[in-house]
């Protein structure tokens, strides 16, 4: 089992920048495909972004394409996601989530893909 604490969110102007970033319990980081998923108030969970395993492959939903970068460090124990070009539309609450990925190459996009997450962090951005 591993635990996720996810840390970075705060308010930011339109346009601003921020770096979330989850650190997971546990030596064995390197088997879990990782992925940022985003709740908005009213709204249903929705994917962001997703890893594989080593950190070689990835997924962004289509409207952060471009803006949010998912990378991992493995020595870390540590998924990040750099945030540029912020909207106010991506105000929200981000949770960080992991799986056992048996397939190196696998990255998912479905939150029921998904076993563990951390509690989540506020996302505010101001127009």
């Known amino acids: 089992q591993v635990q996720l604490v996810e840390s970075g969110g705060g308010l930011v102007q339109a346009g601003g920048s921020l770096r979330l970033s989850c650190a997971a319990s546990g030596r064995t980081f390197n088997i879990y495909a990782m992925g940022w998923f985003r709740q908005a108030p009213g709204k249903e969970r929705e994917f962001v972004a997703g890893i594989n395993r080593n950190g070689g492959n990835t997924n962004y939903f289509d409207s952060v394409k471009g803006r949010f970068t998912i990378s991992r460090d493995n020595a870390k124990n540590t998924v990040y996601l750099q945030m540029n070009s912020l909207k106010p539309e991506d105000t929200a609450v981000y949770y960080c989530?992991?799986?056992?990925?048996?397939?190196?190459?696998?990255?998912?996009?479905?939150?029921?893909?998904?076993?563990?997450w951390g509690q989540g962090t506020q996302v505010s951005v101001s127009s």
């Open positions: 989530a992991a799986t056992v990925a048996w397939n190196t190459r696998t990255v998912l996009t479905t939150g029921a893909q998904y076993d563990y």
